[in-house]
């Protein structure tokens, strides 16, 4: 019921800036919650940050004071802005939604394809 599409994903310089944007599409109630994910080879799909309709957001550790999460609530997208970027953060990136299907607030979740983000030393 919820399409989620990435892109801003590239290869940047370690210290660089990236931003990636997810936009939700589809038939939905609402979208209490967004997230962004990363995954590499042989470790699992973490969380890097998170973020509700109503602001309050939470930040992995390791991103912490370096990455910032928003979204724009009446476009359905949310945006993560990536600041001096290492190369330990290189990993595919994925969106995700929580959200409710109908009125009666039946939960459901979405991940997007995800899109490469490669930080060179």
């Known amino acids: 019921q919820v399409q989620l599409v990435e892109s801003g994903g590239g290869l940047v310089q370690a210290g660089g800036s990236l931003r990636v944007s997810c936009a939700a599409s589809?038939?939905?109630?609402?979208?209490?919650?967004m997230a962004w994910y990363r995954q590499v080879p042989g470790k699992q799909r973490e969380l890097v940050a998170s973020?509700?309709?109503?602001?309050?957001?939470n930040y992995a550790d390791s991103v912490k004071g370096r990455f910032t999460i928003s979204r724009d609530n009446a476009e359905n997208t949310s945006y993560l802005q990536m600041n001096s970027l290492k190369p330990e953060d290189t990993a595919v990136y994925y969106c995700?939604?929580?959200?409710?299907?109908?009125?009666?607030?039946?939960?459901?979740?979405?991940w997007g394809q995800g899109t490469q983000v490669t930080v060179s030393s």
């Open positions: 995700h939604a929580d959200y409710y299907r109908d009125y009666r607030l039946r939960r459901s979740d979405s």
């Open positions: 589809g038939s939905f109630f609402a979208i209490p919650e």
């Open positions: 973020i509700t309709t109503g602001g309050r957001t």
